[in-house]
């Protein structure tokens, strides 16, 4: 470990005090060390880290509180961190009026982000709760570009819709040309967190870091004014993400494909229009169907429909 505060490894000692050098790149600024300011005290983990931060907002339940707690600890944001949301046209309605709640009751800004494309270039869509996506145009318009789906081994949905589309957008708009990338990541699921980034942006976990579980979640949400209005199961959102996501299990796609068949129909339009499927064990017109035509106690049967996932969209 490198002489420093003890703060991980990024931080080595010159003439001037503390250097800061994240992830090898370099010393971006000398000054006393950003972890502990020179006093020794290590800062909370919903504190800012120093420099350039995205704060990015699925949409669900974790991911607005850890947006809650950041702003606890920090107050108003300075500008140089940005809370966004990118949606890809497939969420809930739900989880829209949900975004636009979280951002009018604590008072703080969220850009909202679609993938678009100009002059055959890929960009980004400055949306916002008056004007967005509600049919899946940013997704499809993916698909028609890609010529092919995305599927588990090649998930460039979310690479594409979301993470690229952000990152076009601060390097554009804020000339940013490194910055720290808060992900609502548990202390409960923390096997799914990155440890290291090939691209612009270090990751900031301060979820798992803080300890916080499913549980904290859950107490939070039933102590506040307001929630989303989508259905909380052990902790999860089933209807969470894109609707008919080929990550969720089939469990929940059937449940999905059952009491709302409409939300089937853009997912098959794209399949059939691409001669592929999203998944190579499932045609999501016949599975369709099939669920269709399943009396009610199937649902009930934990050994009727594969309970598995497939992962979860952290983009």
């Known amino acids: 470990m490198a002489e420093g505060c003890g703060y991980k490894n990024s931080y080595t000692r010159c003439k001037a005090g503390w250097i800061y050098e994240p992830d090898g790149y370099g010393c971006v600024q000398s000054a006393l060390c950003p972890v502990c300011d020179g006093e020794g005290v290590v800062p909370g983990p919903f504190d800012l880290p120093p420099g350039n931060v995205q704060i990015s907002f699925s949409g669900g339940r974790t991911s607005a509180y850890m947006l809650h707690r950041i702003l606890e600890a920090n107050g108003d944001l300075p500008e140089r961190c940005q809370v966004m949301f990118a949606n890809t046209g497939r969420e809930m309605p739900q989880t829209l009026a949900f975004v636009h709640e979280c951002s009018v009751r604590w008072n703080v800004p969220i850009v909202w982000l679609e993938y678009d494309r100009i002059d055959n270039r890929a960009t980004y869509r400055v949306a916002s709760w008056d004007d967005h996506s509600m049919f899946g145009e940013p997704f499809e318009l993916l698909v028609r570009r890609k010529k092919y789906l995305p599927n588990t081994v090649m998930r460039f949905c979310t690479t594409e819709l979301k993470i690229l589309t952000m990152k076009r957008y601060l390097t554009k708009q804020f000339g940013w040309k490194r910055w720290t990338a808060a992900v609502g990541i548990r202390a409960d699921e923390a096997h799914r967190a990155k440890t290291d980034s090939k691209d612009r942006w270090s990751y900031w976990y301060p979820l798992a870091n803080a300890g916080v579980t499913k549980r904290d979640i859950y107490k939070f949400w039933k102590s506040q004014p307001f929630d989303l209005q989508l259905e909380n199961v052990n902790g999860s959102t089933p209807l969470g993400n894109c609707d008919m996501c ?70």
């Open 246 to 315: 080929f990550l969720k299990s089939e469990k929940i796609l059937a449940n999905i494909a059952k009491t709302m068949p409409d939300k089937a129909d853009w997912w098959i339009r794209m399949e059939q229009e691409t001669g592929s499927t999203f998944r190579k064990d499932r045609d999501l017109a016949e599975f369709t169907d099939f669920v269709g035509r399943q009396a009610d106690w199937v649902f009930d049967d934990e050994s009727f429909f594969c309970q598995a996932d497939g992962g979860e969209c952290t983009g």
